[in-house]
């Protein structure tokens, strides 16, 4: 037989190398690497994958499937978010430069008529269908 099937032991000995040498360090050249400006952005770190109950339960409830209004949970699969606030876009929507008329609403002859259009200025034979 050609070729060996026995699982190699070394495969996720880099990965787990790389792990262990995450330093703060390393997360600045990530940063680096995005283009932001260590020194003048403003860069925050949150915690995600949680979860706050909203509920009031009362006093009496059963601890196993509810807990008190305002108790924060985390996930298993929890994880943090890196932000750079400095270049969030902050700019609101703008309302559309031409009217708005729904696909909805549209009649059957105005959809047929705006298909024909774009296959047409997609250079499309829609004469042989």
């Known amino acids: 037989m050609i070729g060996k099937l026995d699982p190699e032991e070394h495969v996720m000995n880099d990965i787990l190398v790389d792990r262990e040498r995450f330093t703060q360090e390393r997360l600045w050249e990530m940063l680096s690497t995005l283009g932001w400006d260590l020194l003048r952005d ?47 876009d902050s700019t ?20 047929a008529a705006e298909v024909k259009k774009t296959d047409d200025e997609s250079g499309y034979d829609t004469y042989g269908k």
């Open 42 to 88: 403003q860069i925050v770190i949150e915690l995600a994958g949680t979860q706050v109950s909203g509920i009031d339960v009362g006093e009496d409830y059963n601890k196993k499937w509810q807990s008190p209004i305002g108790t924060h949970k985390y996930n298993k699969d929890a994880f943090l978010v890196i932000k750079n606030l400095s270049r969030d």
């Open 92 to 111: 609101k929507s703008q309302p559309m430069d031409r009217e708005h008329k729904p696909h909805h609403l549209k009649t059957e002859q105005e959809i």
